[in-house]
Structures are given as structure tokens and as C-alpha cells.
């Protein structure tokens, strides 16, 4: 017999009570898990997509800044256009190390498949120098680089000649295969930029500008300079740092309403806790009397409450953990759904140190809802608690 | 002679307050107990007899008077001096038998242990043999009978070998037979040298002990 062993006996005596508390403690440690590991998730998910676009600053058409790099970091037709010419003003810019330009398009077909093709030049392989390609990049007239997972979807090998999808008559001839990256640039078809141009019909034009600097500590400096420019007025320059603090700032401010109603949860439930442990105080208040007489002091009447307080907030805690582990996938299948710049990695990025300080939380929690009704169990009079009926 | 004095109440005062009135359950009872001796308190419901137990196990302290355990005056103790004493010098058997339901035969009995920190093992299977339960280890209260529930009460009590017992009615909640059982253990446990004080309103039982106090509104009757 251990003090563990009664506590936990008597937290299972009145199962159907035990088990609605013990929920509501597991509702809110879920909410609370996934809210960190979302949080966890989206900010290293976001961080790798900006690290894997391989710029220090994005320049775009004018317009909403954040729809422009969630288009050029997810693969979409641009509402605008940039002028070719302000490629020429970027690159002479003081800082600026490389200005790889691109042309995007996406193309939709009746099933709802998406291919998005992209031209380029040899400056993309200053700016993404992550990429590892099987081949080499497109630079004649119908090479066509394919993104790891575009390779897979179209079945075509190295060399070989096929249709390109969405563009009737028209033909490529893979040249080289691009390495998974684990990001959106594994669905894209990557294409000389004059072609590109000229199958869309916008020849001498682009929708972004890729630029790293010569020195990512002037970041301000470049970007005071390129806005200064002959066409900043007609450029948006957006530079990603900032790009990433932004998002972060918002989802951060998403993050502590959600924290605040978990917060709340928890709360709730650790007052449910209190409450049911008060109860069965109040049920056993004889045995109580009982355990007193047989020598069990303040300390230990109190010790026995309020570890049963806490092996229910633990024990909740561990199948609220468990639960949102189970839900984590539908969590983020859902969420994804309804957030415009959710990077392309796992949303949900359960850790184990997520865990531990969730398990911690409701052992705390456990701690606290336990002291008041551990304090009236242990200052019960042996005489009054023995007279209960 | 002294020494051989167990318990001595030397005016013994328990008064209540209810609301506004004030109740004198215990009105300046004095007495002293030899070890090993066999006493009855008696009296009619209200005369006292649960407060005077009461004071006797350490559980409440007296208004006034002294009352001394083995030497020691259990007078201005704090509550943990208190709860020393009921776990080294008694052990208290109810009319309710205070099982816990969620505890085998085995761990109620071994429970005491559980705060006195004490290993008790082969002592406890030697206290469930001498009470005849010894097959019944591993049941539930639920499953046991009346009598049988009060002889693991007993055990329970005896566990921490405890100087005195003191036990409050009983066989208030047993028939006649298992009344006899609890009896005859009593006996023995008297025979063995210990202290034995019972409140009950059974005549049978108080008759067979050594000595009666007789309680009549708090007072002890001559």
C-alpha cells in the first residue's frame, strides 16, 4: 500500500465523474498542444520556405505584398507584371549581389490539376544554391527543368520529349531533374525565361525579381536604395526578413487570442478538478475521520488529496496530449485549408519538449486545483470528520 | 504502583458550543486504568461516553483537566503530538467497523502502517490468522460479514501494537453471535496483557469485563 495506490483508488472510485472531469482537462491540454505545435510548425515551416526561395529581398508587381510572396512562394498566375527593363536598375543597385529574374504562370485543367511553369536564367543558381540537379538547368529553347515531384506526377525521364501540360502543341524536352527540396519548388516546370515569355505571350516582362545581397546586414540600406531607384515607384520591394516578421506578428497575434481562451480552458477545468475533488472530500469526509484515528496526520490526509487532484490533471493531460496527436493530421488538413500563407512543410510540428511543458502545465494545474480541497480534507477535526454521516 | 497506572483522567471537562448554548459533554471525570485491565463505559445515549473515548484516543482534547498516557499529558500537545500518540499508544475499533471500501482485508489492516511508516507484513499476516482471516486476505469489505468486517476493524487496530485499545460500541451493529466472536477476541486480547476499554450499551459485554465506569450526563457515577 503507497500513498500513489490510495490516491489512485480512490480517483477511480466514482468512474463516470472521474472520467467528465479528467475530459475537460484533456480538451483543454489538447488545445493547448496543438496551439504550440502549430505555432512550432508554422514558424519553422515558414523560415524553411523562405530560406529555400533563396533571397534576401523579393521585388514585385505593386499590390499586396504578402499575396505577391505567397503567389511566388506557392506557384500562381500574377495579376501584374513587371517591366524586364527594371531588372537592369535592380542588379546596378548598390548591394545587390545577384537579381535572378522569373516569369511565373499556372495553368489549370479541367480536373483541377495544377502546373505551374516558371522561366528562369543561369542568376537562379546564385540565388537557390540549395538545388541539386540531375542535368543541367534549361537554356536552350524547349529545355524543360522539372521539380521532383512534377517528374513523378508527368512519369518522364531525362532526355525525353513530352507534352506540356495546359499548352497545347506545345513540347519540352526534360534536361535536367531537380532534387526533392521538400517545398513548393518540387511541383514546378522550369523553363528558359524567354520561353516562357513568349508561350505566355509577355514577352518582356516578369512577375518577381529574386535578389540576395552582398551583405545581408545592409538589408535596409539596399532596400532604402532599390525603393530610391528610377522604377521603385512601380516595384514593391519586400524584404523577406520583414516578410517573416510580419507573419509572424500576425500568427503570434492569433497565437495569444487561442492561448488566451486555453488558457481559460484550463482554467475552467482545473476549477471542474477542485470541484469534483471537494466533492469526494466531502463524500469521504468519515474515511478521512477514519485515516486520522489510525494515525495519519494533517500533512498526510493532505498529501493523499491532493496527489489524487494531481494524478487526474496528469492523467488528463496525457490523453489530452494523446488526442491531439491522433487529430494533429485532420487539425492540419483543416487548418491549411483556411490559412492563405501557410508554408508548404508540416503545419503541426509536434516536439517532445511540446510535451513535456504540456504534461508539466497540467501537473501544475493539478497542483493548484489541489490545494484547496487537500487543505479542507487535512483540516478537518478527526472527532467532526469521524461524526459525518 | 504508579507505573502500573496505563491512563489517568484528572477532571476531565469537554464542553461544546452549539450555536449559543453550551453543552457540557464531559463535567470533571476523573479515574485512573491499570495496564492490562478490561473497563466497560457505560451510561444511557448522551451521558458522554463517545466524548470520554474521544479524549482517551488522542482524537479531541478536554476543555479542562488533564489527562495522561502512559506518563505523558496530552495537554497543549499540537496536532501532530496528537497524531503520534494515536499511532504509537491506541488503536480505536468503530461501531462502524471504518473500513475503506476501495481496500482489501489486507491493506485496511495495514494501513496504519501506511502513515506510521512502519513494516508490518508478517505481523499483519499474524493478526489476520488470530482473527481467522486468513482466507479472506484479498477480499473486498463488501464481500465480508458484519462480524467479519469487526475483526479486520480489530486487527487494523492492533497493528501498530498499541498500548490501549479502545473500541466504541462494538458490537452495536452485530447479532448475537458474532456479538459472542468479538467477545472472545476481546478475552484474549486480554488475556495477552492488553488494555482493553469498550463504551458500549451491551450488557452481556460490559459484564464481562473487569471494571464499569458508569457515565450520567457527563458526570462518572460512584
Known amino acids: 500500500m503507497s500513498f500513489i495506490k490510495l490516491s489512485l483508488q480512490n480517483m477511480l472510485r466514482r468512474k463516470l465523474r472521474t472520467s467528465v472531469t479528467l475530459t475537460g482537462v484533456a480538451v483543454a491540454v489538447a488545445a493547448l498542444f496543438s496551439l504550440l505545435a502549430f505555432q512550432r510548425g508554422y514558424q519553422t515551416g515558414m523560415r524553411d520556405e523562405l530560406d529555400r526561395l533563396g533571397a534576401h529581398v523579393l521585388v514585385v508587381p505593386k499590390g499586396c505584398p504578402y499575396d505577391a510572396a505567397s503567389t511566388a512562394l506557392h506557384g500562381a498566375s500574377w495579376p501584374c507584371y513587371l517591366k524586364y527593363a527594371y531588372l537592369e536598375q535592380v542588379r546596378k543597385t548598390r548591394g545587390v549581389s545577384v537579381a535572378a529574374p522569373v516569369f511565373m504562370n499556372a495553368l489549370y485543367e479541367a480536373n483541377g490539376n495544377q502546373t505551374v511553369y516558371l522561366g528562369i536564367n543561369d542568376d537562379i543558381r546564385m540565388v537557390k544554391r540549395a538545388w541539386s540537379i540531375e542535368g543541367s538547368l534549361p537554356v536552350k529553347t524547349g529545355d524543360i527543368l522539372l521539380g521532383a515531384a512534377a517528374a513523378k506526377s508527368l512519369h518522364v525521364q531525362r532526355g525525353q520529349e513530352f507534352d506540356l501540360p495546359g499548352l497545347e502543341g506545345a513540347k519540352g524536352r526534360v534536361c535536367g531533374l531537380l532534387a526533392t527540396t521538400q517545398g513548393a519548388d518540387d511541383n514546378f516546370l522550369y523553363m528558359p525565361l524567354a520561353d516562357a515569355q513568349r508561350l505566355f505571350n509577355r514577352q518582356g516582362q516578369l512577375t518577381h525579381i529574386l535578389v540576395r545581397l552582398q551583405d545581408p546586414n545592409s538589408l535596409e540600406d539596399v532596400v532604402g536604395a532599390l525603393r530610391a531607384c528610377e522604377a521603385g515607384m512601380d516595384m514593391n520591394i519586400v524584404p523577406l526578413t520583414h516578410l517573416f516578421r510580419t507573419i509572424q506578428s500576425m500568427v503570434n497575434s492569433t497565437r495569444l487570442l487561442l492561448g488566451c481562451i486555453a488558457l481559460v480552458a484550463l482554467l475552467v477545468a482545473g476549477a471542474g478538478v477542485s470541484n469534483t475533488v471537494l466533492m469526494a472530500v466531502t463524500e469521504r469526509t468519515r474515511e478521512i475521520g477514519v485515516m486520522r484515528s489510525v494515525g495519519a496526520s494533517m500533512g498526510d490526509i493532505f498529501r493523499l488529496i491532493w496527489m489524487e487532484t494531481v494524478q487526474i490533471c496528469l492523467l488528463g493531460g496525457v490523453v489530452g496530449v494523446a488526442v491531439a496527436l491522433v487529430g494533429a493530421q485532420s487539425l492540419e488538413g483543416w487548418l491549411r485549408n483556411r490559412l492563405p500563407f501557410a508554408p508548404t512543410g508540416t503545419l503541426i510540428h509536434p516536439e517532445v519538449s511540446i510535451m513535456v511543458a504540456c504534461l508539466a502545465g497540467a501537473a501544475l494545474l493539478g497542483s493548484l486545483a489541489g490545494l484547496l480541497p487537500a487543505w479542507r480534507a487535512s483540516r478537518l477535526s478527526p472527532v467532526e470528520a469521524i461524526r459525518a454521516t | ?222
Open chain 2, 1 to 222: 504502583m504508579a507505573d502500573s497506572i496505563l491512563v489517568s483522567a484528572q477532571g476531565l471537562t469537554k464542553v461544546y458550543n452549539r450555536g449559543t448554548e453550551e453543552v457540557r459533554a464531559l463535567d470533571g471525570v476523573t479515574f485512573d486504568l491499570q495496564r492490562g485491565e478490561f473497563t466497560a463505559v457505560v451510561g444511557v445515549s448522551g451521558a458522554g461516553k463517545t466524548t470520554l473515548l474521544h479524549l482517551l484516543g488522542c482524537m479531541d482534547t478536554p476543555t479542562s483537566g488533564e489527562l495522561l498516557i502512559d506518563g505523558q499529558s496530552t495537554r497543549g500537545l499540537s496536532d501532530s503530538a496528537l497524531t503520534r500518540m494515536r499511532r504509537e499508544q491506541v488503536g480505536f475499533v468503530f461501531q462502524h467497523f471504518g473500513l475503506l471500501p476501495t481496500l482489501t482485508v489486507m491493506e485496511n489492516l495495514t494501513l496504519p502502517t501506511l502513515f506510521s511508516k512502519k513494516e508490518a507484513k508478517a505481523y499483519a499476516n499474524e493478526l489476520l490468522e488470530r482473527v481467522g482471516l486468513t482466507h479472506r486476505r484479498n477480499h473486498l469489505p463488501n464481500q465480508l460479514s458484519g462480524g467479519e468486517m469487526q475483526r479486520v476493524a480489530i486487527a487494523r487496530a492492533l497493528i501498530n501494537r498499541p498500548q490501549v485499545l479502545l473500541a466504541d460500541e462494538p458490537t452495536g451493529n452485530l447479532d448475537s453471535a458474532n456479538g459472542e466472536a468479538i467477545l472472545q477476541l476481546f478475552h484474549q486480547l486480554h488475556r495477552d496483557g492488553l488494555t482493553i476499554i469498550v463504551v458500549t450499551h451491551n450488557p452481556i459485554l460490559a459484564n464481562a469485563t473487569q471494571r464499569q465506569l458508569v457515565l450520567h450526563d457527563g458526570r462518572l457515577v460512584p
